[in-house]
Nanobody, 125 residues
């Protein structure tokens, strides 16, 4: 079992930066691929970024590539999303998610087993 708690959301002007953090508990975290997803009002939850358990592989949605960076610290049971050059269209609730230990990384919402409660990111124009 993995429990996830996000933090770091807030209100920022366009062009600004935020760093989201996800604190994970559970013995199997270090072997779990971790992803960030987001959901804007009236829209479906969408993939943002993923990192493999070893950090050897990262992947990003085209809409955030070059602006966002995902990272993890297995010793601290933490996952991060550094968001730079934020745009109003990045406004959403951001969720941290984990796949079961030993799974391969994925960008599919349906393949994630554990979710945090979400943190709101609002980018003003």
């Amino acid at each position: 079992q993995v429990q996830l708690v996000e933090s770091g959301g807030g209100l920022v002007q366009a062009g600004g930066s935020l760093r989201l953090s996800c604190a994970a508990s559970g013995r199997t975290f270090s072997r779990s691929p971790m992803g960030w997803f987001r959901q804007a009002p009236g829209k479906e939850r969408e993939f943002v970024a993923v990192v493999s358990w070893s950090s050897a592989t990262t992947a990003y949605a085209d809409s955030v590539k070059g602006r966002f960076t995902i990272s993890r610290d297995n010793a601290k049971n933490m996952v991060y999303l550094q968001m730079n050059s934020l745009k109003p269209e990045d406004t959403a609730v951001y969720y941290c998610a984990a796949r079961r230990s030993g799974s391969v990384w994925s960008s599919s919402v349906n393949e994630y087993n554990y979710w945090g409660q979400g943190t709101q990111v609002t980018v003003s124009s």
